[in-house]
């Protein structure tokens, strides 16, 4: 146990710094713009989760990130890299809508099927990588195309009139808002499901057997087989849990903000997932604050668009994780520097 | 003895990791036109002292002179310019390159921006003539056996104009034949009036190779004695700080009924090559059966196709009366079967699990109940392996990267065992190991010869599997060639049936 303290305690610190050495160095950006960088950070918290209304934002937003996060740190954590996330994401929100409007209006019918339509959208990729060897990397990159294009050619069919969304779902498929604690902001009740979600994944993967088996697949494939462990098995299974924890992640726009489907909703945060996921060093419950961080610096940048160009919020997104990657390097040195340190200390008991 | 000039000479040399001296007030001295072999077991130190040497490591306190030349210890180039050169353990060659390519590598005779071939490969024959290295300049190293690509890197050190040279494990990966001849070119190297360095822990290459030996315990140099005026037994004795066991012997109990029968297996290598073609062999219970023969002669495939980590084209494999040939790797290990891996890193420790974790790879569904894992039992179950196999440091939590090569190989040891299997494959089980460790090893499989297990040892070391095997099988080409009683064999027989001769 206190070792598990220090390693978290390590990687907090090391986060921490990183975010810290990022803020200098937007600073210096902000600087150059001939404003006020501590006026601009000021803005970004009060503008974020300074009120009600940006912290429900910023809760909103981290919701999905924490979703896909969690979907990419998982497969990772089986040596499995799902790029596809967006694309599952997308088949999930509108496999939701469309069992809401035509099967069901209930959360539990529309959340089964998200999930379902998000496990649809990795079905090629785990195949292809479980039977064939082929790198899942590519293949689910092009399934995001081929899925966000086929559900868009499939929206167009059934799109309400003069917009790029669905019908609405009936009220009795929506999930609980919080406007009136939040100032009307699209928090809903699927932030706990995204919770529910990093828990479960850390459970599987830390207390089943399952989970040890994933990890063992991800860490040393060879002695995974050799132990009996079914790699075939555990690689689909791996990819089809990853695409369905990302696809249930849709509820939180289609049941929870919207209580529509609407082309292009995901928005890249399948992508900003991977991100998340790596922040979080594939650790399902540190993907909760590395989504928090990413949320705050995507509500913020509304908030400080007036006085600086919104481009200084992803460069500051993007020194943040070369800070992280750096920092992270130089901690992994560390660490094995000093666990070699133990070694030639237990070879010589 | 050679009373050669002394070439190089450490004194005093302190390497303080923290909370760890690798090395204290080591002291070696070595003279031109001698083998100085230094001896020690696994952490004593040996390999920290060489890399001082060679510049790659810092000493804290201690002085170098290499041939009247005092080192600052600061980079491997200060070394090689001094005129000292290393053969590593691992070699650190270009496979698609040529044989000459390799040794000119990085100081390439050029004409204009082009490499110089023709002067490369003369230049290549002259030190080759000179210290009677034949070989081939322009065979690609990819295709030259493992005794020829160690002596493309003498010859790469030769090339480079070194006086001193270190050898490191350099026999690890020999046959017996090829030990024998890197003995004479040592010797050889010696007689031009080189230094040559010899790091080994096996005593036998000490007393046929040395002039001198330096033995090293716990990071210090205890004693450095004339090797003719010395035996193994006191080398050994100095080197442990202990009487050497008796190397363990097997009882006479008679083997029971075939517990594994390998039936005409045949089996591609991953290239696609033919690499098993008809083996026939039979384990039965209570029996030790050595599997001898030059490395890459199916000796890894056939112990894959046992496991379940290949599939044959054809033959069977039947374990305990049961036809397994198809089966996968869990359910052969339910029917009683053990494996300790060829390669560990890759294929039997997860090294970034604790020690715990993997003390269960491979035992994963016994220790599981539907939603959980049984942490209780794991608990309890790599405790019994660190007490009864001695894993240092006692610590259940560590990572298994966190373990010395020894330790590790006894918790997989232990794991394996702990499954009381009745088939036991056991392949180059104390490979890299130190003394103790080997011998642990060695008991442990003979441990489950008298429980009643059969076991199926594959070893480089021709010694061991005389000492500890019923009988032994040699493998050359795919093949089972032939069959001895290891107490009417002696190894340079076992060497040439090894090479595909008849005896």
Redo the contacts between chains.
């Keep these: 146990m206190r070792?598990w303290f220090a390693s978290v305690a390590l990687q907090l610190a090391v986060s921490s710094t990183a975010v810290a050495l990022a803020l200098a160095a937007g600073a210096v950006f902000i600087v150059a713009m001939g404003k006020d960088p501590i006026e601009v950070y000021t803005k970004l918290i009060e503008g974020s989760v300074g009120q009600g209304y940006g912290l429900g934002q910023v809760l909103y937003k981290a919701t999905s990130l924490v979703f896909v996060g969690v979907a990419v740190a998982l497969s990772f954590r089986a040596g499995l890299f799902n790029i596809g996330a967006e694309g599952q994401i997308y088949l999930g929100g509108f496999a939701g809508a469309l069992a809401g409007l035509y099967i069901y209006p209930s959360p539990w019918v529309c959340a089964a099927a998200a999930a379902l339509g998000g496990a649809l959208a990795a079905v090629v990729p785990a195949l292809l990588k479980a039977l064939r060897g082929t790198h899942e990397v590519i293949v689910t990159i092009m399934m995001n195309f081929i899925v966000i294009y086929g559900v868009n050619y499939f929206t167009g069919r059934i799109q309400e009139p003069e917009t790029v969304h669905t019908r609405g779902l009936a009220d009795s498929a929506r999930l609980a808002t919080y406007k009136e604690t939040f100032e009307g902001s699209a928090l809903n009740s699927s932030l706990w499901v995204a919770l529910a979600m990093a828990a479960f994944a850390t459970y599987l993967l830390w207390?089943?057997?399952t989970g040890?088996?994933m990890?063992?697949a991800g860490?040393?494939r060879?002695?995974?087989?050799?132990?009996?462990?079914?790699m075939r098995w555990t690689i689909a299974w791996t990819l089809l849990l990853s695409g369905a924890i990302a696809g249930l992640g849709s509820i939180n726009f289609v049941l929870g903000n919207k209580g529509y489907f609407e082309k292009e909703f995901s928005a890249g945060v399948g992508f900003m997932g991977i991100a998340v996921a790596l922040l979080g060093r594939n650790h399902p419950i540190a993907v909760i604050p590395a989504a928090l961080l990413f949320a705050i610096l995507s509500e913020g940048a509304v908030a400080i668009g007036r006085i600086v160009p919104g481009e200084i919020v992803d460069i500051l997104q993007a020194i943040t994780i070369l800070f992280l990657l750096v920092g992270t390097v130089l901690l992994d040195r560390a660490i094995a520097a000093w666990?070699k340190?133990?070694?030639?200390?237990?070879?010589?008991? | 003895m050679s009373d050669g000039p002394v070439t190089v000479r450490m004194t005093g040399i302190t390497k303080t990791?923290?909370?760890?001296v690798?090395n204290r007030n080591a002291s070696i001295e070595a003279r031109a036109g001698e083998v100085h072999a230094i001896v020690g077991e696994?952490?004593a130190g040996k390999s920290t002292l060489m890399k001082i040497l060679y510049g790659v490591v810092k000493p804290d306190a201690g002085e170098t002179t290499v041939r009247g030349r005092r080192l600052s210890h600061g980079t491997p180039n200060e070394a090689i310019r001094a005129g000292i050169g290393m053969v590593f353990q691992h070699f650190m060659l270009v496979p698609p390159l040529t044989v000459a390519e390799n040794i000119v590598l990085g100081a390439e005779p050029v004409r204009g921006p082009f490499v110089d071939r023709g002067r490369a490969e003369r230049e290549i024959r002259e030190v080759s003539e000179k210290f009677g290295l034949p070989i081939d300049p322009r065979n690609r190293v990819e295709d030259c056996s493992v005794g020829l690509q160690q002596r493309v890197e003498i010859l790469k050190v030769l090339h480079r104009g070194a006086e001193v040279i270190i050898l490191d494990e350099p026999t690890a990966v020999l046959t017996p034949q090829e030990v024998d001849e890197l003995i004479q070119v040592i010797r050889r190297l010696a007689g031009q009036g080189k230094t040559v360095i010899l790091i080994t822990h096996k005593l036998r290459e000490v007393m046929a190779a040395s002039d001198r030996v330096t033995i090293m315990r716990?990071?210090e140099t205890v004693e450095t004695l004339e090797t003719k005026k010395t035996s193994a037994g006191e080398i050994a004795h100095k080197m442990i700080g202990r009487e050497l066991d008796q190397p363990p012997k097997p009882d006479g109990r008679p083997p029971g009924d075939a517990v594994l029968e390998v039936r005409g297996l045949e089996a591609d290598s991953d290239r696609g090559t033919p690499a098993l073609r008809g083996v026939e062999l039979r384990v039965r219970s209570g029996e030790i059966v050595g599997l001898a023969g030059v490395e890459g002669n199916g000796q890894t495939e056939l112990i894959e196709c046992l496991?379940g980590?290949r599939t044959p084209s054809s033959g069977t494999v039947i374990l305990g009366g049961k036809d397994i040939t198809s089966h996968?790797?869990?359910s052969r290990?339910e029917a009683g079967l053990a494996?300790i891996?060829e390669?560990r890193?890759?294929?039997?420790?997860?090294?970034?699990?604790s020690l715990e974790?993997n003390a269960?790879?491979?035992l994963?569904?016994e220790?599981?109940r539907p939603?959980?894992?049984k942490f209780g039992a794991m608990r309890r179950h790599i405790e019994e392996i660190i007490r009864r196999c001695d894993v240092?440091?006692p610590d259940a939590?560590?990572?298994m990267?966190?373990?010395?090569g020894?330790?590790q190989q006894k918790v997989v040891v232990g794991r394996e065992l702990a499954r009381r299997p009745r088939i036991l494959l056991a392949c180059h089980p104390t490979r890299g190991l130190d003394i103790g460790a080997i011998e642990f090893v060695q008991r442990s499989l003979l441990a489950e010869r008298a429980r009643g297990a059969g076991v199926l040892f594959v070893s480089a070391e021709l010694s061991e599997l005389m000492a500890i095997s019923d009988q032994i099988l040699v493998i050359a080409g795919g093949r089972i060639v032939g069959e001895v009683n290891p107490t009417e064999v002696d190894e340079r027989r076992l060497g040439l049936m090894m090479t595909g001769h008849s005896v």
């Design positions: 070792r207390r089943t057997r040890y088996e990890r063992a860490l040393a060879g002695a995974a087989e050799a132990g009996g462990v079914r666990q340190r133990r070694q030639q200390e237990a070879s010589r008991v | 990791y923290p909370r760890v690798a696994n952490g716990a990071g496991a980590l996968t790797p869990r290990f494996h891996a390669d890193h890759r294929r039997a420790v997860v090294l970034d699990f974790e269960i790879l491979g994963q569904h220790f599981s939603f959980s894992l240092r440091p939590g560590l990572p990267r966190a373990l010395s020894g330790n």
